[in-house]
Nanobody
Framework: VQLQAFGGGLVQAGGSLGLSCAAS????????MAWFRQAPGKEREFVAA????????FYADSVKGRFTISRDNAKNTGYLQMNSLQPENTAVYSC??????????????????WGQGTQVTVSS
C-alpha cells in the first residue's frame, strides 16, 4: 500500500485543520488505519486509529474530544479532523495502515505501511 498524507499547514491556536491520507495499491479497506505524529526532538507517538470497517476508533488521551479519525473505503482515503489545536500539537503527522493486535494498535510496530508525513504547525 502506498500512502500519501496531505492537508497540513500553519494554524493559530484554537483553530482547526483536516488531514487526508490517500491510499493506493493493495486494498485499503482490508487494513486498520492510524495517525501518528512526531514533534522535533521527540519520539513518534500515537494519535488515533480506526478499524477497517470504521466500527471502532481509538484516540490518545491528549486528543480525545478534539480530533476525529474517519475513513472512506470507497475513496481509499482516511481523514483526521483536528479541532481546538494547541501549540503542543505541532508535529509531522503521518498515516499508516496495518493489521495490529489490540495490544499493538497504539504502537508503530502494529502498522506495516507508512506515508510521508505532513507538517502541522500551531502558532500561539
Amino acid at each position: 500500500v502506498q500512502l500519501q498524507a496531505f492537508g497540513g499547514g500553519l494554524v493559530q491556536a484554537g483553530g482547526s485543520l483536516g488531514l487526508s491520507c490517500a491510499a493506493s495499491g493493495r486494498t485499503f479497506s482490508r487494513y486498520w488505519m492510524a495517525w501518528f505524529r512526531q514533534a522535533p526532538g521527540k519520539e513518534r507517538e500515537f494519535v488515533a486509529a480506526i478499524t477497517w470497517s470504521s466500527s471502532n476508533t481509538f484516540y490518545a488521551d491528549s486528543v480525545k474530544g478534539r480530533f476525529t479519525i474517519s475513513r472512506d473505503n470507497a475513496k481509499n482515503t482516511g481523514y483526521l479532523q483536528m479541532n481546538s489545536l494547541q501549540p503542543e500539537n505541532t508535529a509531522v503527522y503521518s498515516c499508516a495502515v496495518g493489521r495490529p493486535d489490540i495490544a499493538e494498535l497504539r504502537m508503530t510496530v502494529g502498522y506495516d505501511y507508512w506515508g510521508q508525513g505532513t507538517q502541522v504547525t500551531v502558532s500561539s
